[in-house]
T-cell receptor
Framework: DGGITQSPKYLFRKEGQNVTLSCEQNLNHDAMYWYRQDPGQGLRLIYYSQIVNDFQKGDIAEGYSVSREKKESFPLTVTSAQKNPTAFYLC?????????????FGPGTRLLVL | GDSVTQMEGPVTLSEEAFLTINCTYTATGYPSLFWYVQYPGEGLQLLLKATKADDKGSNKGFEATYRKETTSFHLEKGSVQVSDSAVYFCALTNRGSTLGRLYFGRGTQLTVWP
């Protein structure tokens, strides 16, 4: 059953702590994306990666880091430098070429600050 | 730059009412247009898309027509159901960009009462 999985569903962060959100896909897609969703603000792009071992900053990359060591995995780390991390985080993937127009989303991780 | 503007919600309707959610866009080149739906606590699912002017996307009774002359992609459904309650996002991707990134509107919350 192909798809995108994100874990955990809920994540709690303490002050000064780094936390990592997992994103895995078995769709054999080349491109992967991380979005942040806040109420009433739509989705904002944090980072994206078009191929393994390569990634670029999106619109709100400050306070976040990523890696892309494997095609199927694109973890996001929320660092202590991100002062307002409470949000719903969505991972997405897409194939390359013309089909890249359609992105497939995971179920999301809700991050809360203690 | 590329952007999407959609009507603010929330929208509250009775079952079997007619639905319109307005969406307009700004883009250079030849964008493709999308409607995504997000059910409570979940990620986004592609609802429909249109890749060129005058195309009509349709799915599950929802329709939207790509109008280049008015730069619009309004979502319509003739008879909504309680199960249509969700947040709807208009989005575009610009084929002039090699990034394949999506630009989202802020989302419109739809609640349908029985």
């Amino acid at each position: 059953d192909g798809g995108i999985t994100q874990s955990p569903k809920y994540l709690f962060r303490k002050e000064g702590q780094n936390v990592t959100l997992s994103c895995e896909q078995n769709l054999n897609h080349d491109a992967m994306y991380w979005y942040r969703q806040d109420p009433g603000q739509g989705l904002r792009l944090i980072y994206y990666s078009q191929i393994v071992n390569d990634f670029q900053k999106g619109d709100i990359a400050e306070g976040y880091s990523v890696s892309r060591e494997k095609k199927e995995s694109f973890p996001l780390t929320v660092t202590s430098a991100q002062k307002n991390p409470t949000a719903f985080y969505l991972c997405a993937s897409s194939p390359q070429g013309l089909a890249a127009e359609t992105q497939y989303f995971g179920p999301g991780t809700r991050l809360l600050v203690l | 730059g590329d952007s999407v503007t959609q009507m603010e919600g929330p929208v509250t309707l009775s079952e079997e009412a007619f639905l319109t959610i307005n969406c307009t866009y700004t883009a250079t080149g030849y964008p493709s247009l999308f409607w995504y739906v997000q059910y409570p606590g979940e990620g986004l699912q592609l609802l429909l898309k249109a890749t060129k002017a005058d195309d009509k996307g349709s799915n599950k009774g929802f329709e939207a027509t790509y109008r280049k002359e008015t730069t619009s992609f309004h979502l319509e459904k003739g008879s909504v159901q309680v199960s249509d309650s969700a947040v709807y996002f208009c989005a575009l991707t610009n084929r002039g960009s090699t990034l394949g990134r999506l630009y989202f509107g802020r989302g419109t919350q739809l609640t349908v009462w029985p």
